[in-house]
């Protein structure tokens, strides 16, 4: 017990120090890890077999008025929707 008694102190705090450490380390790991999807902020993702994702993009911007009428029709039929 005589080789650690100048760390006596630390001892208490052991736990605490470790949890921070393991929360410190899942911060560090999850922080950039991509998105799975790239939709557009607000934008719901489209259920598959219904639509194509490209089409429903295209529609959630025409509602939020990011583009005009005519650009969305253009859009639309080169998509083919």
Do not use: C, N
Not at 2 to 9: A, D, I, L, N, R
Not at 51 to 62: D, G, K, N, Q, V
């Amino acid at each position: 017990m005589f080789h650690v008694w100048p760390f006596w102190f630390f001892w208490p705090f052991h736990g605490l120090l470790t949890l921070l450490l393991i929360v410190v380390l899942v911060i560090v790991l999850f922080r950039h890890r991509p998105a799975p999807y790239a939709y557009p902020p607000g934008t719901p993702p489209a259920p598959p077999g219904s639509r194509s994702e490209a089409l429903a993009i295209l529609e959630a911007r025409y509602a939020r008025g990011e583009i005009q009428r005519d650009e969305y029709l253009q859009k639309k039929a080169d998509l083919g929707g």
